[in-house]
């Protein structure tokens, strides 16, 4: 099957299964993240246990509470690919982990994520400030 | 005939960015400069489905059908804004939905385009500037390089060193994170300190319209790189935002009739709360 012929529900699952068979769980992106540092969930917990857990999440398993904290503090800073001594593009990883800890497959959350249920009208309500009618009709 | 990818594209400015129209106007005068016509593109009808990243399904249907449009409207390069919307381009809807475009940040365009633009940037604006650096965003494009480069460039215009970088790859991913905003600001007003600048540049707008705040505690001016680069061309242009954000009365500082022909209620419920919110710190104190 082509990539463009699959939902992105499969491609996120197909992905998972493949970082997390690909990742070692040697917690080098771990030690490298700004984030655990200022995570207090994280203050017990080890990198490589972490990371197991992580893989854990990425192939449908429920994860640790730590494997979990950890997914949702990720804030996309990237320092974890740089970290990876396997080259693999930990960023996504952890994305695909943070999506699917946040329900993304329709799971029940297993994280507290912000989200805006008036994002569109707020704005298009700021556009309306900003931006002139004609630019508006053009350009939203 | 197809559209020639190095002279017209489509600039996706997100959604975000609304609050900054005269960055997205600013944006199109300076492509145009340097001789690439941009149509822009923005808002929720091209939502890159980050807003609803919890739920795939939704998030799939927005970024397949924003997909969809910019294939429609037959540019063969799509510049991007926004980080996020540029990484979800690249790494979940591209992959899912066939893209007839290429895909290439701003910053990458006009740092490919110094030489045309360095002839342009004749007003010597006098500041010593400190970029808002993230980590994040980074490894994929490398701003914290090419937009100094480009500020560098300006006449009177010093960039300052300094090794901090906030996590995330923009503000709007730790804001959400109990007292790491603060934090953040703190450790770029001390950086700002130690280095000696009197200008933060902001990448990103999600940066920008909570760093604006800092204009606030201390006497520095937050401007965004666009800015910069429009205040050496002698492109005018207010940054309303930071005006209405910093002001004791955002409504007084719009103006009534303005608020009445945006929509008095939806300004009064989605607008108004946002601009009155206290800064994350104000006059220096933790």
């Known amino acids: 099957m082509r990539p463009s012929e699959q939902t992105l529900v499969a491609y996120i699952r197909d992905n998972s299964a493949r970082l997390a068979a690909a990742c070692t769980a040697c917690g080098e992106c771990y030690r490298a993240c700004p984030m655990v540092a200022r995570t207090p969930a994280l203050a017990d917990a080890t990198p490589a246990a972490v990371m197991a857990g992580i893989r854990d999440i990425l192939n449908d398993a429920q994860g640790t509470p730590e494997a979990i904290a950890f997914a949702g503090a990720c804030v996309r800073s990237g320092v974890c690919t740089e970290a990876c001594p396997e080259k693999l593009d930990a960023a996504f990883l952890m994305r695909l982990a943070s999506l699917r800890v946040k329900g993304a497959l329709g799971d029940p959350p297993r994280v507290t994520t912000k989200h805006d249920p008036r994002w569109s009208a707020r704005v298009k309500a700021f556009a309306r400030l900003t931006m002139t009618e004609q630019e508006r009709t053009e350009w939203l | 005939m197809a559209l020639n990818p190095d002279t017209s594209v489509t600039f996706w400015y997100g959604c975000n960015m609304a609050r900054h129209g005269e960055i997205v106007r600013l944006v199109t005068q300076i492509l145009s400069a340097v001789g690439v016509e941009a149509a822009p593109a923005g808002g929720p009808a091209y939502c890159c489905g980050s807003p609803q990243e919890a739920n795939a399904r939704i998030a799939a249907g927005m970024a397949a059908r924003t997909v969809e449009k910019f294939n429609e409207a037959g540019r063969a390069k799509v510049v991007t804004w926004c980080p996020s919307c540029h990484m979800n381009m690249d790494d979940l809807m591209a992959p899912v939905t066939e893209a007839a475009f290429e895909t290439q940040h701003i910053t990458q365009l006009l740092a490919a385009r110094a030489n045309t633009l360095h002839p342009l940037l004749v007003n010597p604006v006098p500041a010593r500037v400190l970029l808002h650096a993230h980590h994040g965003f980074n490894g994929r494009v490398p701003v914290n390089t090419d937009v100094p480069n480009l500020l560098a460039m300006i006449p009177g215009l010093t960039m300052l060193d300094h090794p901090l970088r906030v996590p995330a790859h923009m503000c709007s991913a730790i804001a959400p994170k109990p007292g790491e905003l603060a934090r953040a600001h703190l450790e770029t007003l001390d950086a700002m300190q130690e280095t000696g600048a009197d200008t933060l540049a902001t990448v990103f707008h999600s940066c920008h319209r909570d760093a604006v705040s800092l204009e606030r505690a201390r006497p520095i001016r937050v401007a965004n790189w666009i800015h910069l680069l429009a205040d050496a061309m002698g492109l005018p242009y207010t940054d309303e935002y930071k005006v209405w954000r910093n002001a004791d009365d955002p409504r007084a500082a719009i103006g009534e ?23 994350i710190i104000s006059n220096g104190i933790p």
């Open chain 2, 257 to 279: 009739d303005r608020i009445v022909a945006s929509g008095d209620v939806a300004f009064a419920q989605l607008v108004e709360p946002e601009l009155r919110r206290p800064p």
